[in-house]
Nanobody, 127 residues
């Protein structure tokens, strides 16, 4: 069983930055593939970024490439999402997700590929 708790959300103006954190309670945290998803009102949940177990490999959805950076600290059981150059369209509830199964190709993008989820942290970007 893995429990995930996000923090760091808030309200910022366009062009601003935020850093999200996701604290995980798991004995074998470093064995889990970790991802950030977001869901805006009236829209489906979409994958934002994935980081592999060792932290060396990452994948991003095109809309955030060059602006967001996903990272993990396996010693602290914590996942991060550094968000810069924020846009109003980044406004959403951001969730972290964990799963021990390997993610190949574009499978990482789909919420059904993750067993564990946090409750989310709200990010609001005003123009």
């Amino acid at each position: 069983q893995v429990q995930l708790v996000e923090s760091g959300g808030g309200s910022v103006q366009a062009g601003g930055s935020l850093r999200l954190s996701c604290a995980a309670s798991a004995d074998t945290y470093n064995n889990y593939y970790m991802a950030w998803f977001r869901q805006a009102p009236g829209k489906e949940r979409e994958g934002v970024a994935l980081i592999y177990t060792g932290g060396g490999d990452t994948t991003y959805v095109d809309s955030v490439k060059g602006r967001f950076t996903i990272s993990r600290d396996n010693a602290k059981n914590t996942l991060y999402l550094q968000m810069s150059s924020l846009k109003p369209e980044d406004t959403a509830m951001y969730h972290c997700a964990a799963d021990f199964r390997p993610k190949y190709g574009t499978t990482w993008y789909y919420p059904g590929q993750y067993k564990y989820w946090g409750q989310g942290t709200q990010v609001t970007v005003s123009s």
